[in-house]
């Protein structure tokens, strides 16, 4: 897949000028952003896959980014384009919630396939920025039928925003937010919660 040419090409050394870097993040950041477009090779990678590529990743352009301001730079414009590779998204089986909304008893078998085919089982085969359009266009198509339950709704706009949070795609909020809840009662928490509150009250900073 994408990610691991990226990662690849690093540890090999292929890409490894001011030049290259800058190739490379064009291209990282045109994947994230849709206007590269992935699709399946028929191979099997599961969102550990890409975390742990991400991981590597973040690991070699951190190394990058210690030669220099024009290095630190390119490697800092990388960085928001590279999926997450929290504790959540590198486990063996990732994204679990998916699997339960699919096998919910509270929806119709139609809909219940829709989501398998999909979401779950593509997600689990080769995930990519694209899968938050179907699961966004997914989540409104069922606001507009207004016939299903809280509860599934709910667990539905829960897992976007996992997804989201996978692929690097919240706003400034949801990435304080997501901080406040890794780094419960550390500074990090704190400084985030009190940035929250500041911006929701339109104190001055």
């Not at 959540?88 to 085919?117: G, S, W, Y």
């Not at 920025?129 to 509860?151: F, Q, V, W």
């Not at 692929?167 to 909020?173: D, H, P, S, V």
């Amino acid at each position: 897949n994408k990610l691991e040419l990226s990662r690849a090409l690093l540890e090999s050394g292929d890409v490894s000028s001011l030049q290259d870097m800058a190739c490379l993040q064009a291209y990282i950041t045109w994947i994230a952003s849709g206007q590269i477009k992935c699709v399946e090779d028929g191979g099997h990678h599961r969102p550990c896959a890409h975390a742990d590529a991400s991981r590597r990743i973040f690991s070699m352009l951190w190394k990058f980014a210690s030669q220099g301001d024009a290095r630190r730079f390119i490697a800092r414009r990388i960085f928001p384009s590279l999926p997450s590779y929290a504790e959540q998204f590198t486990c063996a089986v990732p994204m679990t919630r998916i699997r339960d909304i699919a096998h919910r008893n509270d929806i119709p078998q139609h809909l219940k396939q829709e989501i398998k085919h999909t979401l779950q089982n593509k997600l689990h085969r080769c995930a990519d920025p694209g899968d938050m359009e179907t699961c966004h266009k997914l989540i409104e198509r069922c606001r507009r039928e207004n016939c299903y339950s809280a509860g599934f709704m709910n667990e539905f706009e829960i897992f976007y925003v996992e997804l989201k949070e996978f692929f690097n795609a919240g706003g400034l909020e949801e990435k304080c937010q997501q901080m406040a809840r890794t780094d419960k009662g550390g500074a990090l928490s704190s400084a985030a919660e009190d940035f929250l509150a500041k911006k929701r009250s339109a104190a001055p900073p």
